[in-house]
């Protein structure tokens, strides 16, 4: 993965990863599939302009949904799931707040 913004797809904004930015400085944010833990931290440094302490990766499965009256099945879409912890003195505003 040459591109930094290929690596990086989009945050994630759920209660959860918002209380985690707040009290731990860690950040969300779903990558591609095939990344490693160095190319998510070059990406997110360059993107960013920030500096990042440590890399968790986490593959969460597709989950099964029932769709109308007779039940049809369908699949939710299975994620890479990057969270990222940074240095102190560095921050990531998702929302974009004033």
């Known amino acids: 993965m040459t ?3 290929d690596v990086i797809i989009r945050p994630i ?3 959860k990863s918002l209380k985690t ?9 779903e990558v591609a599939k095939g990344t490693n833990k ?4 070059k990406a997110i440094e360059e993107i960013f302009n920030v ?3 440590k890399v968790n990766i986490l593959n969460s499965k597709p989950k099964t949904r029932y769709i109308g009256r007779y039940r049809n099945e369908s699949h939710t879409k299975a994620i890479r ?3 990222i912890k940074l ?4 921050k990531i505003d998702i929302l974009g707040d004033k």
């Open 38 to 41: 160095t190319h998510v931290k």
């Open 3 to 5: 591109n930094a913004h």
């Open 13 to 15: 904004v759920t209660e």
């Open 81 to 83: 799931k990057a969270y």
């Open 87 to 90: 240095k102190e003195g560095y």
């Open 21 to 29: 930015q707040e009290n731990d400085n860690t950040v969300v944010f």
């Open 51 to 53: 500096k990042v302490e």
